[in-house]
């Protein structure tokens, strides 16, 4: 597995070093595990920006530009490497990329090095496109999904070392997506296949359906989804553009979280402290960051309201 990328993404490592050390250097973050309420982090247009869950409303801060179309942002539990899938091009399509510490020294009569670098860490020779990265609760190794074949389509849980070695299919069952690891159990991974919510031993076998045909909801089901930081609650995203909690043993739901409105409200991501929601707030033509308590409201919170498209809310836990 090659560490670094290959000619031609030069200006993606330095961009995403340059995010890295601006985010790693604030403190631990991850948005699956426990600590107090730090910074919503969410991209827009290829960029990454920052705001404090308490507004006020376009109260944003830029990071970086990353320059490459990005998605499913994570952070290891340590806070001290990032997770992303990025667009490498060049038939690679999306691939994990992972940034770290450089620990490269500054050499004499040279500028010196990025503190971060990106390394690729999923081969694409082996996945044909990935999504969803999710650490485990050591921080050891990435849940994703995988794209294992070209015709017909296949799409299966797959585990990576977080070294890019050790690379293992976990499902089978040909369309999967939207992984999440159990932050509270490293033997619990959870997926949506055809739209139901299941869980899996992380060292693979039967896939246990959580829950099904849901009763109330019509149409199509289940979408992205989050744990709580404790692991035993599960926000997701009803086909009806609904946030709802669901016990993660039983899969029993409760109503909607927002009673009102007409907008659809979908990528949830539940807070350090587990009583707050971030998601966006999908309107007909604008996509903005809003909060939401875990109790419910008649309307959520907004901390973005823009005419671009703002996405994959994730928050920073504070010590």
């Given at each position: 597995m090659r560490s670094m990328f290959t000619r031609g993404m030069t200006s993606f490592i330095a961009a995403s070093a340059v995010a890295a050390a601006a985010l790693l250097m604030a403190g631990p973050a991850q948005a699956s595990f426990p600590g107090g309420n730090g910074e919503i982090l969410f991209e827009r247009e290829q960029t990454l920006y920052t705001i404090q869950p308490g507004g006020p409303v376009n109260s944003e801060r830029k990071l970086v530009k990353l320059g490459r179309t990005n998605s499913g942002l994570e952070y290891s539990p340590d806070g001290k490497?990032?997770?992303?899938?990025?667009?490498?091009?060049?038939?690679?399509?999306?691939?994990?990329?992972?940034?770290?510490?450089?620990?490269?020294?500054?050499?004499?009569?040279?500028?010196?090095?990025?503190?971060?670098?990106?390394?690729?860490?999923?081969?694409?020779?082996?996945?044909?496109?990935?999504?969803?990265?999710?650490?485990?609760?050591d921080g050891k190794t990435l849940a994703f999904v995988c794209n294992d074949q070209g015709f017909p389509l296949s799409y299966e849980v797959y585990t990576v070392g977080a070294d890019g070695r050790g690379l293992r299919q976990i499902t089978d069952l040909n369309e999967v997506e939207f992984v999440k690891w159990n932050p509270a159990d490293p033997n619990e991974i959870a997926f949506v296949h055809d739209q139901y919510l299941y869980t899996v031993p992380a060292s693979g076998g039967t896939p246990t359906l959580l829950n099904g045909n849901p009763p109330g909801i019509t149409g199509k089901r289940w979408f992205s989804f989050d744990y709580s930081p404790n692991g035993a609650q599960i926000v997701v995203e009803s086909g009806e553009g609904n946030l709802h909690l669901m016990d993660s043993t039983t899969g029993v739901f409760?109503?909607?979280?927002?009673?009102?409105?007409?907008?659809?409200?979908?990528?949830?991501?539940?807070?350090?402290?587990?009583?707050?929601?971030?998601?966006?707030?999908?309107?007909?033509?604008?996509?903005?960051?809003?909060t939401v308590p875990v109790t419910g409201a008649a309307a959520g919170t907004p901390l973005t309201q823009t005419s671009v498209a703002e996405r994959h809310p994730t928050w920073r836990p504070l010590p």
């Amino acid at each position: 597995m090659r560490s670094m990328f290959t000619r031609g993404m030069t200006s993606f490592i330095a961009a995403s070093a340059v995010a890295a050390a601006a985010l790693l250097m604030a403190g631990p973050a991850q948005a699956s595990f426990p600590g107090g309420n730090g910074e919503i982090l969410f991209e827009r247009e290829q960029t990454l920006y920052t705001i404090q869950p308490g507004g006020p409303v376009n109260s944003e801060r830029k990071l970086v530009k990353l320059g490459r179309t990005n998605s499913g942002l994570e952070y290891s539990p340590d806070g001290k490497t990032i997770a992303l899938t990025a667009d490498l091009v060049a038939g690679k399509s999306f691939q994990i990329v992972k940034i770290v510490k450089n620990k490269k020294k500054r050499k004499k009569g040279k500028p010196k090095p990025p503190p971060y670098k990106a390394i690729q860490v999923t081969d694409p020779r082996k996945c044909l496109g990935t999504s969803s990265p999710s650490w485990s609760p050591d921080g050891k190794t990435l849940a994703f999904v995988c794209n294992d074949q070209g015709f017909p389509l296949s799409y299966e849980v797959y585990t990576v070392g977080a070294d890019g070695r050790g690379l293992r299919q976990i499902t089978d069952l040909n369309e999967v997506e939207f992984v999440k690891w159990n932050p509270a159990d490293p033997n619990e991974i959870a997926f949506v296949h055809d739209q139901y919510l299941y869980t899996v031993p992380a060292s693979g076998g039967t896939p246990t359906l959580l829950n099904g045909n849901p009763p109330g909801i019509t149409g199509k089901r289940w979408f992205s989804f989050d744990y709580s930081p404790n692991g035993a609650q599960i926000v997701v995203e009803s086909g009806e553009g609904n946030l709802h909690l669901m016990d993660s043993t039983t899969g029993v739901f409760g109503p909607s979280l927002i009673s009102g409105g007409f907008d659809a409200q979908v990528e949830p991501a539940f807070s350090p402290d587990g009583t707050q929601i971030a998601y966006v707030n999908a309107g007909s033509s604008v996509h903005d960051i809003y909060t939401v308590p875990v109790t419910g409201a008649a309307a959520g919170t907004p901390l973005t309201q823009t005419s671009v498209a703002e996405r994959h809310p994730t928050w920073r836990p504070l010590p």
